[in-house]
């Protein structure tokens, strides 16, 4: 069939959750069996959002082919289960960039270069690229921002003309605003929505369906009234109310018929989705059978979106080990002389990635709490090497080991620049990103997480964001003091035996890190391996750990 467009916009207000709706809607379509990709559109002027802080931003997400981009996509990438690409983030950066060097290369010769057509043509073909580099029937593409900002306005006028290019049998809009509620006057406010669909409107933008953001679920005669100012049939007016687990969104949604809403008007055949997978990932989350708490020890703890990926990969090994994660957030600073008994009671400690020295010693001595007592360790990037640094001290003999990234004149240098960074110029994009192979060694933990047979191929492919590696030149100090090198990338010069992609320690019941980023390709139906055996250790720690109080209350 011809490919399909489904647009998004967002009004009233921004953070609204349009990357929710739009991956509700990819999850309906793709239980229909769809084949569906997803494309996030980000006004501003910076070309990714590797150099974005994620206190403003949220975290960095890394595709498979090494962009860094909006953490929408990863948000698509867990909904609709796929991999996205770097054509599936377009930001207004990209757009200018590639016109003006078109420009300079005379490919404009004799014309003068302006928003319409250049601009809007460029965006129009990123949007039609991202669709046919995934093979989709159907894309999604949501407009970041909110309608009425100025930088949003080139990218509506091109959603606009792909209607026109399409079909109205192949195009469709979707307009998700805020729906307030005054407990004053205790009633909902519809005149937000109003406003909102007559600034779109005023683009030449009719939307076809409406999707109300409220705290809860709306009386019919507010979706009447609002169908009646916005020139939308009252049943094609929805109602995203908060929900306990965001993945209820989906059956919200398709019991208010979206789903046979978007097959009446692309044309679609009329099919029964197939949400069985989702029900049952609802009621382990409504009814675990068992609960465990995880303490995150990170540097961004005030803005958790900075660990979406990482939150949401822990809440996918606890539906697959039928328990309730509980996370609580420690800031690291706090750790670096506070005190580190408070993390005794948790029955697994996760450290992060991140950048730069702050609270780094508060997570070299969380390390180092959850290696003496025995309790399950996850380090992810930044926590491996801690680990790392925080075993070459305490256990190997190396003195004020350090990473240079902390201290260039540590004289153990167990974590280093990897040489390749040596001689790059500029942040944005230049990190060792994406999807690179791990070969896993036999007779390892890592080798039991992964599901991997003895005599089978043992690489597996994990996303990396990182500039700094274990220093080859201390891998055999750190062996013979008893750490376990379990996976290596192998193949790159100077590296010894390979560069050292994952740790862990004997006679440990969890204790494992990696320099790649597993919790950027969680699914809901395929939780990342290291992520469900961290709580699987957590929930047999926290069952070996009550059954010695009783113990001992018994006696």
Not at 80 to 85: G, H, N, P, Q, R
Not at 130 to 135: I, T, Y
Not at 273 to 284: C, D, G, L, T
């Amino acid at each position: 069939m011809d490919t399909k467009y489904i647009f998004i916009t967002g009004g009233v207000v921004s953070s609204l959750g349009k990357g929710i709706a739009t991956s509700s809607i990819g999850a309906l379509l793709r239980a229909r069996a769809y084949k569906v990709s997803a494309v996030k559109i980000d006004p501003y002027i910076n070309v990714d959002a590797g150099t974005m802080r994620p206190y403003e931003h949220g975290e960095v997400f890394v595709t498979q082919d090494g962009a860094e981009t909006d953490l929408d996509i990863g948000t698509y990438e867990r909904f609709l289960d796929t991999d996205l690409a770097r054509g599936n983030n377009i930001t207004t950066g990209q757009v200018y960039q590639t016109v003006i060097e078109k420009e300079r290369r005379g490919e404009y010769l004799s014309e003068t270069v302006q928003v319409i057509p250049h601009v809007t043509d460029e965006i129009k073909r990123r949007i039609y690229e991202a669709g046919k580099q995934a093979g989709a029937e159907i894309v999604l593409v949501e407009v970041g921002g909110t309608v009425g900002d100025i930088e949003s306005l080139p990218f509506l006028e091109a959603i606009r003309q792909i209607r026109f290019e399409v079909g109205s049998e192949n195009s469709m809009y979707f307009h998700v605003t805020l729906l307030p509620y005054l407990g004053t006057s205790e009633e909902f406010k519809t005149k937000p929505t109003q406003h909102s669909v007559a600034t779109l409107r005023g683009v030449g933008i009719q939307p076809d369906g409406i999707i109300l953001r409220s705290k809860s679920s709306t009386p019919e005669e507010v979706r009447k009234k609002i169908a009646l100012f916005t020139n939308v049939e009252a049943r094609n007016v929805f109602n995203s109310y908060d929900a306990d687990f965001v993945y209820e969104v989906p059956e919200i949604l398709e019991q208010q018929g979206i789903g046979r809403f978007i097959e009446r008007r692309l044309e679609l055949e009329k099919v029964t989705p197939e949400m069985r997978s989702w029900q049952e990932a609802v009621r382990i989350l409504r009814h675990p059978s068992r609960a465990v708490t995880i303490a995150i020890v990170g540097k961004y703890v005030a803005m958790p979106d900075a660990y979406l990926s990482l939150m949401e990969a822990l809440k996918h090994a606890g539906i697959a080990n039928d328990a309730q994660v509980t996370l609580e957030w420690i800031n690291a600073e706090e750790l670096v002389e506070g005190d580190i008994e408070r993390l005794r009671p948790f029955d697994g400690i996760l450290v992060p990635g991140g950048f730069g020295i702050r609270g780094i010693e508060g997570k070299v001595r969380a390390a180092q709490f959850a290696r003496e007592n025995n309790i399950p360790y996850l380090g992810i990037c930044l926590g491996m090497q801690t680990a790392v640094i925080e075993f070459a001290r305490n256990v190997a003999g190396l003195d004020n080991a350090n990473s240079t990234e902390f201290d260039q004149y540590s004289p153990f240098p167990v974590i280093d620049i990897m040489p390749e960074q040596l001689e790059v110029e500029g942040l944005g994009g230049t990190m060792r990103l994406g999807n690179w192979p791990m070969q896993v060694y036999e007779g390892t933990l890592l080798e039991k997480i992964y599901g991997l047979n003895p005599g089978s191929n043992h690489v597996v492919q994990e996303r990396h964001r990182h500039r700094y590696e274990v220093n080859p030149a201390y891998v055999d100090a750190l062996k013979a003091a008893g750490l376990i090198v379990s996976g290596v990338t192998t193949g790159m010069a100077g590296r010894g035996e390979g560069l050292v992609e994952a740790m862990e320690l004997p006679n440990h019941r969890f204790f494992v890190g990696l320099q790649s980023h597993p919790e950027l390709s969680t699914r809901l139906m395929r939780p990342s391996p290291p992520f469900k055996g961290f709580i699987q250790a957590a929930v047999d720690y926290k069952c070996e750990t009550l059954d010695k109080e009783l113990e001992t209350k018994s006696k």
